[in-house]
């Protein structure tokens, strides 16, 4: 059998990074070999297990990026989006690929991101589900069928301790069907209604974004046209799926040249 890929994951002790270092540990075509968090987190020092309740790894949690970056054919990244970008920074610099699960990119940020996918390779999702990437496909076969006598609504929901809005799945599925529908989502999105709005303008897309309890990520997107509508909904019930997405992601990118990329290319749907 060919060497596991050597795998590293930062904000290993978040929600998120938990789930990744499971997701790792479960399969034996990777190996898990750095953990990294910010330094005031709990658990650095301790062996990654104790995070993610798989058997010991022998990794132990650091809140050192760089000794970790050189040895990791890619380093796994759910944090925040200036995290990020310092992580794609020193992973530029040891040219190690990088898989990044952030969302919440400013326009700007966004601009950097791209740049650093043209020295290393860069998988960027905001959903490394099987389901969520299917239903993008889905999205945009029904966009262009539907044109625009259908107005389309993107309705998401997420846990209380989220903090970017709209989610970064709601917005891909917003470009996915604006681009099919010939719009810019830059200029067409509504997010939120309150007040004397006027009647709706058929060329918006409109956003509702629910935050409560501990829901994991559920998407709605409405084709609603005279007389029928459609409803394409997506309900994450385990981050697992998300981190088991992200794991595949990365042994897939591990042999690849600098590039952006994202989850249709692994399963193959561009
Ligand atoms: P979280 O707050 O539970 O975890 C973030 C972790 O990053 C924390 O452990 C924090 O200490 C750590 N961190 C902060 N600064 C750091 C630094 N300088 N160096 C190293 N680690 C640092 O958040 P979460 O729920 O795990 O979500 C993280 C991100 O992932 C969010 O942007 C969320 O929207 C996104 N997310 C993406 C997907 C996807 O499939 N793409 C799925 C779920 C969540």
New binding site residues.
């Given amino acids: 059998m060919a060497m596991p890929t050597k795998l590293s994951v930062?904000?290993a002790?978040?929600?998120?990074?938990r789930q990744l270092l499971a997701a790792i540990a479960e399969r034996d075509d990777t190996s898990l070999v750095g953990a990294?968090?910010?330094p005031d987190?709990p658990g650095i020092g301790v062996d990654a297990s104790v995070l993610s309740g798989a058997v010991a790894s022998g990794v132990l949690v650091t809140d050192k990026l760089d000794d970790v970056m050189a040895s990791s054919q890619v380093i796994i990244d759910?944090?925040?989006p200036v995290?990020s970008l310092g992580v794609l920074e020193a992973a530029a610099a040891a040219q190690t690929g990088v898989v990044i699960?952030?969302?919440?990119f400013t326009p700007e940020q966004l601009q950097r991101l791209y740049g650093y996918a043209e020295k290393i390779p860069v998988m960027f999702?905001?959903?490394?589900?099987v389901g969520v990437t299917v239903t993008l496909d889905l999205l945009d076969k029904a966009a262009r069928a539907l044109g625009d006598d259908y107005d389309v609504e993107i309705i998401e929901a997420h846990h209380r301790?989220?903090v970017?809005a709209p989610s970064?799945t709601a917005i891909k599925m917003g470009e996915v069907v604006a681009d099919a529908l010939g719009r810019d989502l830059a200029t067409c999105a509504v997010y939120g209604r309150q007040g004397i709005t006027g009647e709706r303008d058929p060329q918006t897309i409109g956003f509702e974004t629910i935050r409560a309890g501990d829901i994991i990520g559920d998407h709605t997107v409405l084709f609603a046209g005279n007389g029928e509508r459609i409803e394409i909904t997506h309900k994450a019930t385990d981050?697992m799926t998300?981190a088991r997405g992200?794991v595949r992601a990365s042994v897939w990118l591990s042999s690849l040249p600098a590039g952006l990329y994202d989850m249709r290319n692994v399963l193959g749907l561009v």
Wanted: glycine share 20%; proline share 3%.
């Fill in positions: 930062n904000g002790a978040g929600r998120m990074g990294v968090d910010a987190q759910f944090t925040a995290v699960g952030t969302t919440g999702a905001p959903n490394y589900s301790h989220k970017d970064g981050r998300f992200a």
